[in-house]
């Protein structure tokens, strides 16, 4: 089995910092068994409490299957959940910006 990193950014509304922390230390566990099935098997996601920017970092398998995982029942509840507290398109996935690598060290 392949992995590959993949980081994106997020950003939340303003003042909702702790909001955000509070609901992912609860974090559904059919969520989080959701993602682990999807093909994710270590995720964080980081703040920058400055600007309101959450970068997020996954290791996933290449042939992960998070294209159905956002299509699924538990994930768009999720989303319709966190809307109100961060960036959303109008279907409640949040607005997310791939980011490049460009320093690796091993």
Do not use: C
């Amino acid at each position: 089995m392949t992995e590959e990193k993949f980081a994106f950014t997020m950003r939340l509304n303003p003042g909702m910092q702790e909001e955000y922390k509070r609901r992912h230390d609860a974090i559904w566990p059919d969520l989080s068994q959701a993602i682990t099935s999807a093909g994710v098997r270590d995720y964080s996601i980081h703040l920058d409490p400055e600007t309101n920017i959450l970068f997020a970092v996954m290791w996933r398998r290449t042939d992960h299957d998070l294209e159905a995982l956002a299509m699924s029942d538990i994930m768009q509840k999720w989303w319709a959940f966190m809307a109100d507290i961060m960036q959303t398109h109008s279907n409640n996935e949040p607005v997310t910006r791939p980011l490049e690598t460009v320093f690796q060290m091993t």
